[in-house]
């Protein structure tokens, strides 16, 4: 199993109380952490524009001056967004920002792409909100673009959402055909569908029950189209909490309300009980014997989320000496 690492942006409240001048070295600081250690494969980044679990105004970074900067600042771990929103920019003038960052990187670029959710920023940045039919339909046509761009260097779609007509792409991606492209939600009839034509990986319902669920609409949409399940890397996302003892846990999700009480005290109980009910509460045992389950249901790529990784990072130390350690 690999894992990936959030990196807190200040989406999720998660830079709360910290100067603005002091963002940048605390997120490239956990940058370098996951770089120069072994347990990482990749770290990502959140794309969007306004704060949950309501828009407050508290730090939002923007995604993809994110990745750029951690090109330039790191030298191994993959680099991913989970995910872009298609709608958010022009697709072939995201294929290129992509490319541009593949090159900084020595590519590691990962595409994470989907067809966005949250309408209050999309109304407010002057995007409306489609129906998700033709958001989805967007995604489609943004994936075909992408795909000519990296692979060819030209691309030309006259489509119901998107219009490109000799669209030049120079430099291609260092990585042959470029990024490889993580399709994420769960959208059984049309997301999943668009899946199994394009992704190299998934990401979605990381539950027990949900993931097994997820995966067996992804194998019947890859074999009604003749194409091999296993090539499809399955992954899913988890807010941890873990602590030496139960008595542990339970502080850290104390601490999850108190801190979110801070910035959107209207919220932070409900958001604390979330992460209390997460798949991945609880000790290193738990955790360990809890992705082992996973695991055998082909969960083969876990991307992690701490939400005191910013001020704290024995979380993330815990989980890597003695959970990651154990998979090994």
Request: contains cysteine.
């Amino acid at each position: 199993m690999r894992f990936g690492l959030f990196i807190p942006q200040g989406w999720r409240q998660d830079l709360t109380g910290i100067e603005t001048r002091d963002h940048w070295a605390v997120m490239n600081g956990l940058a370098q952490h996951a770089d120069q250690g072994e347990t990482f494969d990749s770290i990502w980044v959140y794309d969007h524009f306004h704060a949950v679990p309501e828009p407050n105004g508290e730090a939002t970074h923007e995604a993809w001056s994110l990745i750029n900067a951690f090109a330039a600042t790191t030298s191994r771990v993959k680099l991913g967004q989970m995910c872009t929103c298609m709608a958010y920019r022009n697709p072939a003038y995201l294929a290129k920002v992509a490319a541009t960052a593949d090159v900084i990187s020595g590519g590691r670029v990962q595409m994470g792409i989907g067809a966005g959710w949250y309408e209050h920023e999309w109304r407010a940045y002057g995007y409306g909100f489609p129906r998700a039919g033709e958001r989805i339909a967007m995604l489609d046509e943004g994936v075909q673009i992408f795909k000519q761009l990296w692979t060819n260097g030209v691309a030309t779609l006259d489509g119901e959402h998107y219009q490109v007509d000799g669209a030049q792409l120079s430099p291609l991606p260092l990585q042959v055909d470029g990024p490889p492209l993580w399709v994420a939600g769960g959208g059984e009839k049309k997301t999943l569908r668009i899946a199994a034509e394009h992704a190299q990986y998934t990401n979605f319902d990381g539950s027990l029950d949900g993931f097994a669920r997820k995966s067996e609409v992804l194998r019947g949409h890859c074999e009604a189209i003749g194409r091999p399940f296993e090539e499809i890397t399955r992954s899913a996302n988890y807010n941890v909490v873990i602590g030496e003892t139960q008595a542990d846990v339970d502080d850290k999700a104390a601490w999850v309300e108190e801190h979110l009480s801070l910035t959107v005290p209207n919220k932070a109980a409900e958001v604390a009980e979330e992460f209390r009910r997460g798949t991945l509460v609880g000790t290193p045992e738990q955790l360990v014997d809890k992705l082992t389950a996973l695991e055998a249901l082909g969960m083969t790529y876990a991307i992690t989320y701490f939400l005191d990784a910013a001020y704290d990072r024995s979380s993330i130390e815990l989980f890597e000496r003695e959970v990651v350690a154990a998979l090994r």
